[in-house]
């Protein structure tokens, strides 16, 4: 493993994607990592992706991350949450990967939007500035539409508006909202 001490978890994930990659896993980066690139950095102790792979393949990619030797904790969300199940990789430093299996709302060609981003000497695919903006108006708390209005400021007219009003519509009415808004503010 990359990591030698607490606070890398983004090394963390480093390793955790090359697993994802063996396995032909699509994944994105998103969550502080993502703002980074899209609006304000800020201090995070985890890192975050969201994976393209069904629930009921969480327990196997589990097991394959205990094999790689990862620490695991699978936890699975009932039929109301929109996270089917979260798999967390952690490491003997504490430091933390949050690996989302699967998001309602989110469209399969998130995956493929993905950018390619270096780091480390390493590629990530982080979520793109569109899909980014809707899944935090879609999460709504407060530090979710800070992100949003910088990515959206930011980002200028390199946004594609349409696209994110779309994408925002998948996650349903309060993602709407918070949307309208947050382009409100960047008026």
Same mark, same amino acid.
């Given at each position: 493993m990359r990591t030698s001490e607490p606070g890398q978890s983004a090394l963390l994930l480093l390793d955790a994607v090359d697993v994802l990659?063996?396995?032909?896993?699509?994944?994105?980066?998103?969550?502080?990592?993502a703002a980074s690139l899209y609006g304000i950095v800020r201090a995070s102790f985890d890192a975050d992706a969201v994976l393209s792979l069904v629930s009921n393949r969480a327990r196997e990619l589990q097991r394959v991350f205990q094999e790689a030797g990862f620490n695991t904790e699978l936890q699975t969300g009932d039929l109301d949450d929109p996270i089917p199940a979260l798999l967390q990789i952690t490491d003997s430093f504490d430091n933390k990967v949050d690996l989302l299996v699967g998001l309602r709302g989110l469209e399969a060609e998130a995956f493929v939007r993905a950018i390619d981003v270096s780091f480390e000497g390493a590629v990530l695919r982080v979520i793109s500035q569109e899909d980014f903006i809707a899944m935090k108006a879609f999460a709504g708390g407060p530090q979710d539409l800070v992100d949003?209005? @910088?990515?959206?400021? %930011?980002? +200028? !007219?390199?946004?594609?508006?349409?696209?994110?009003?779309?994408?925002?519509?998948?996650?349903?009415?309060?993602?709407?909202? @918070?949307?309208?808004? %947050?382009? +409100? !503010?960047?008026?």
């Amino acid at each position: 493993m990359r990591t030698s001490e607490p606070g890398q978890s983004a090394l963390l994930l480093l390793d955790a994607v090359d697993v994802l990659v063996r396995e032909g896993i699509a994944y994105a980066v998103i969550g502080a990592m993502a703002a980074s690139l899209y609006g304000i950095v800020r201090a995070s102790f985890d890192a975050d992706a969201v994976l393209s792979l069904v629930s009921n393949r969480a327990r196997e990619l589990q097991r394959v991350f205990q094999e790689a030797g990862f620490n695991t904790e699978l936890q699975t969300g009932d039929l109301d949450d929109p996270i089917p199940a979260l798999l967390q990789i952690t490491d003997s430093f504490d430091n933390k990967v949050d690996l989302l299996v699967g998001l309602r709302g989110l469209e399969a060609e998130a995956f493929v939007r993905a950018i390619d981003v270096s780091f480390e000497g390493a590629v990530l695919r982080v979520i793109s500035q569109e899909d980014f903006i809707a899944m935090k108006a879609f999460a709504g708390g407060p530090q979710d539409l800070v992100d949003a209005v @910088n990515a959206v400021g %930011i980002a +200028g !007219e390199s946004l594609d508006v349409d696209l994110v009003k779309r994408l925002a519509k998948r996650y349903g009415r309060e993602a709407v909202s @918070n949307l309208e808004k %947050i382009l +409100g !503010e960047n008026k």
